[in-house]
Structures are given as C-alpha cells and as structure tokens.
C-alpha cells in the first residue's frame, strides 16, 4: 500500500515540475535570404534567466549554424535574431534546447530560406558620380506589366525612399530617378507581390557642391528601346546617339547574346559575360556621338528577335542596312556588282567624240 501511495505521490510531483517550466517559441515559417530571422518566446522562468537559442541548417542531419543566450525580460518574454545574409537557401530549425519541459511547451520551429537574388537584374550603374540625383534601372523576372517596391537606406541609416512601388514594363524593365543629398553607399531594398527580392548597394562617389541645393530638374533620359530579328549569320544592327556621360546598353535576356559596338573614335568593342540567363550589357561614356551597335546569338543554332534598351542616350534605332564601321565584318553574301549609274552618260560621251573625229 505504501509503494502504491509514493508511486502516485512521485507522478503528482513529476506532473507538477513539468507543468513548472513552459518555453513557446514562434518564428517565421519562410523567410528570404537577407532579412532578419525573428525569434520571440514566451516562459514562466523567472526575470533574468538565460535561455539559449539556436539555429541548424537541416540537411539529412542538423547542423548548427549560430547560438545565441537571450535572458527573460519583466513580462516574461525573449527575443533574438539571426542575420540571414550569408546562409544559402534551404530548411533551417530554430531550437530552444531545454529538457524538462512541459507537454505543452513549443521549442521547436522548422524555416525554409528562399533565395531570390537571382530574380532581379540591375542595369543602371552601381557606381555613379554625385550630382544630386540617383537613377537605378533593372528588370525582374516574372515581373511583366505589374511593378517593384523600391526602399532606399541612405549612408546616414535613413530611408531617402519609399518604400513605393514603381510601375514595370511588357518587358519586365522598371527604372526610378531619386534625389539626394550626399554621396556615399546606398542599400536599395526591392520587394514584389510575392515578397522580398534581394538588396544592392549603390556608391554615389563626389562630394556636394558647396551652397548649392540638389533639386528634382536635373536632366535625366528614358530607357530607350529597339528590337530586331538576329541570328549569328545575320546580326541585328542598331545605331544609338549617346548623350554625354554614362551610357549602358543592355539586351534582353533568354538567350546568349554577344554586343559589339564602334564607338565614336571607329574602336570595336565586344561584351559577352552574361550568358543566357542574364541580359548581355555593355558600359561606356557617351560623348553625344553617333555609336554602332551589333547583336548576335553566341550559339549558332539560336534565331529570335533581340531588343536593345540603353540608358543615357537620345534614341535607339535599327539600322536598315550595315552600317559603315561593321562592313569589313560583315558576313560576305554574293551578290551582282550593279552597272554604274555614269555608263549611260559615258556611253554618249563617246559617241559625241566620234562624230566630232568624222566631222573632221
């Protein structure tokens, strides 16, 4: 009888220190790469108490990837979190580590990081001189005819834009001219319906203009545009006047495009460092010349219509014939040399003299 009495006596008391010590933690069940993975928790430990916090990398085994010691505040909660930034995308687990909890204790959270840097495509220059103004271009795939939010954290911690929502094109392409006030590293923060993008950093090089107030009427140009169909024995020819400055030509992507373009002093350059999957882009400074543009597939077997998009210029148009400075490379077809224009003339030049040799 005895044994029976300390045996429930010893439930009553495991029941009771179980029930004792309750941990809930919560946590984002998806998360992209780059933003914060948020942990908060609730207990009944008393103030003050230390409780680890910890995250795997969930593989076919855990991994741990970083500990944190958080300690209970006054209204009996915690809160931590892991910088994401540096982890590739995958299945993480966020674990508070107690034995002896209660049943009904949570310490355990399953996360998956998406990664969807690859998405977006900046085209605009990452590094630009600083004249009051910063103009960011790109494209997002999937993004056709809907928009992008845009946030901007300038070098002093403070949000210089949005976040605001900037409409896109048939194409995907979006472009934005912001105002500033100083140079220096700008994160912009780019977000759509689906949920965040990726983050770059853009360097504003130069320092202000003493006693001069940057205003919104600076000059600024439009993404200019021109599309043809090329193969890699029939190239698409483009002619393009630069404004002064920064030019950037950009294909559209999908397909391996390779550029070459003259520029103003007859120098052939050639761009081919993106592959398919990324539009082709070639930079220069424009000088508000004329420059020539060619387009061609890297495979031989690829046939499709390529678009040309440039910044900083006055217009983009296909060329209907082969320009000038790409006929020495241009694929030879034969064709008939044509009569000269001058043989009719010539022809009744010479009769004039022999009828003024019979008349002497």
Known sequence: MKKIVLFVMGLVFLSGFASAYQINIDAPVSLSVGKPLIVTGTTNLGIGTPIDVVLYYQLTTSTEVERKVVYVLSDKTFKTFFDTSNLKKGTYKVEVPAPGLGSSSV?????????????????????????????????????????????????????????SYVNTNN??????????????????????AKGFIGTRTISITGEPTMGVTPVATATTYPVFSAHAKASRNSPAYFVVRTASGPVVLH???????????????????????????????AEFIGTGKLVYVKIYPYKYADNSEVFLYAENVYSVVVSPTIPEAFAATAPHTPTETPQSPLFPLGGLGAVGIVVLLQRK
Do not use: C
């Not at 990664?115 to 494209?139: K, W």
């Not at 392409?173 to 912009?188: K, N, Q, R």
């Not at 103003?264 to 350059?269: I, P, R, T």
């Open 251 to 281: 294909t559209s992507s999908s397909i391996d495009w390779v550029i070459e373009y003259v520029d103003d002093k007859g120098v052939l350059h050639m761009a081919n460092n993106q592959g398919a999957q990324n539009p082709e882009r």
């Open 171 to 192: 194409a995907g392409l979006f472009s934005a001219d912001i105002s500033i006030t100083e140079p220096g590293d700008y994160e912009v923060s780019f977000t759509d």
């Open 107 to 163: 310490n355990m959270r399953i996360i998956q990081l998406i990664d969807r840097d690859d998405e977006i495509s900046i085209t605009s220059l990452l590094r630009q001189s600083f004249n009051g103004r910063m103009y960011i271009a790109g494209s997002i795939k999937g993004g056709e005819n809907s928009g992008i939010q845009i946030e901007i954290v300038g070098p002093s911690n403070t949000v210089v834009f949005g976040p």
